[in-house]
């Protein structure tokens, strides 16, 4: 049995599985954590819409997800969706390292949170706008604290640069899913359209800010990879992860000794090569980042994950 710990930074994985949106579904979480374990893989980042739900359907989840993660060994940090039980959720109290334990080997991780692995800084930001917010109940289906808050937002950017962000939701301007939203926007309210374009315009504000050179996000149950480029040139690559009926869907990605290659899988489907290259700050680049570059067939194995990376390339 592989030690674990309520604070990712007190691991450090060879790799690291990235998955997204299994909204409670028991089932699609054995079967991707069994295939995940099965690849060796202990430590998955989960980047929300996991489905913390009420009442007894909700704790059945919990328990059940809690039982396949440690039969097999693994940890799950996991970053809020906009479908989750906030209202209960957020009476958990923050443990000294800034998490919540959900169960062992279950963490929630709050937005902000931020943590290293293998001289790499992550960033938690959960949180996403629900269209289909006329459909649900407040307090029972759908609670405010799904958006981000200024609070939140101007907290996650006093906290410096950082090189990897996960999100639920994803920044506004990336090329390949703004487009697939604008395909599918006749589906929603102009209302609802309107606040999620505002949250992923709140969410780029971070990006801008912390300048990470790849992301990872979930929500929008579409499979991509695309190069966000921002205003100064810095690039960022990223996709988001399976989920919904692409629930079995899998991203592999590791982080190794300064540098960070991923390769996403979905089924048969394999995206090879996809790399998240170190910091590129020259103070701390330098021959760190020459050596990342190219170097696909890495001496770490990498496994799978089931979401996207977005990773820079210079
Ligand atoms: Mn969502």
């Known amino acids: 049995m592989s030690a674990w710990s309520v604070t990712p930074a007190a691991v450090q994985p060879a790799q690291v599985a990235i998955a997204g949106d299994w909204h409670g579904n028991d089932m699609w979480a054995e079967r991707i954590l069994d295939r ?13 819409d996991w489905g913390y739900w009420l009442g007894q359907t909700g704790r059945k989840y919990r328990d059940r997800t809690a039982e396949i993660l440690e039969r097999n060994g693994q940890t799950l940090y996991w970053v809020d969706g906009n479908h989750e039980a906030f209202s209960e959720l ?3 109290p923050i443990n000294v390292h800034g998490t919540r334990t959900i169960r062992d080997r279950l963490i929630h991780l709050p937005r902000g949170f931020r943590w290293q692995w293998r001289g790499q800084t992550w960033l938690a930001l959960g949180g996403a706008s629900s269209v289909d917010r006329p459909h649900r109940t407040p307090g029972k289906s759908w ?3 799904e958006l981000l808050s200024d609070a939140e937002i101007d907290s996650a950017i006093e906290g410096g640069p950082a090189d990897v962000m996960v999100f639920h939701d994803a920044p506004y301007g990336i090329p390949e899913l703004e487009d697939q939203l604008a395909r599918s926007a006749h589906h929603w309210p102009a209302l609802e359209l309107g606040i999620a374009l505002d949250h992923r315009r709140r969410v780029r504000k971070v990006v801008d800010a912390v300048r990470p050179s790849a992301i990872w996000h979930g929500h929008y149950h579409y499979r991509y990879a695309d190069t966000l480029t921002l205003d100064d040139g810095h690039d960022v690559r ?6 919904g009926r692409r629930g079995r869907q899998r991203v592999r990605g590791g982080v190794g000794h300064g540098q960070c290659v991923t390769q996403l899988q979905s089924n048969q489907e394999c995206f090879p090569g996809d790399q998240l290259p170190v910091r590129r700050e020259p103070s701390r680049s330098g021959s760190r980042n020459r050596r990342a570059s190219g170097t696909a067939s890495s001496k770490v194995r990498w496994p799978s994950i089931s979401s996207a990376p977005l990773a820079s390339r210079a």
């Open 90 to 92: 957020l009476t958990i």
């Open 36 to 48: 995940l374990a099965a690849q060796g893989v202990e430590v998955v980042v989960h980047l929300g």
């Open 143 to 145: 609670w405010a604290d």
């Open 238 to 243: 990223g996709q988001r992860a399976g989920g």
